[in-house]
């Protein structure tokens, strides 16, 4: 008998090793997992009550492309016609389907863009309302040929009547997302 008390003396250290070591996992994995929950119920907490989203949630799902196109010189419906504007624009797309339609429609769209900046004089092009409005009416003449419609710009006043004479149709998403000045020379 006294050759068996030492073998098992050895074997119960041992599984008490593991034993412990076991434990020791349980309470990590809890304490992990009680923290992970934490956090996940806070921010969800957060995010009902108002408070600002995360920004993934503001991105479009796919990543804009941008479209440069050739720079653009036209001469100005000033007096005199003596004043010019050289332009350049992007056009921010929603996709590479996009771009290809638009580069389809190019020499439609150039024509139209140089029409209409050149019915603008320095004085209305110079404002800041000026360039915007200028944008939303490329916006529209690039749509265009896609087949997308965007509204015109409006002077506040009129946007509130306008607003109860029609009720707005639900349309598709127009694929042509901004206009975007990279260069506005008025000489």
Known sequence: MSTNAPADTAKKPAKSKKLLIIVGALVLLLVVGGGGAFWFLKSKAHSEEGEEAPAKAAEPATPSVFLPLDMLVV???DN??????QLGITLELADLKTETLVKQNMPTIRNGVLLLASQRTAEELLTREGKEKLANDILREVSRPLGFEVAKAKPKDAEADDAEERP???K???P???VLFSSFIIQ
């Not at 005199?80 to 504007?85: D, P, Q, S, V």
């Open 172 to 174: 598709a998403a127009n």
């Open 75 to 77: 001469n100005l419906a």
């Open 176 to 178: 042509v997302r901004r």
């Open 168 to 170: 707005r149709a639900k």
């Open 80 to 85: 005199g016609g003596e004043r010019f504007a």
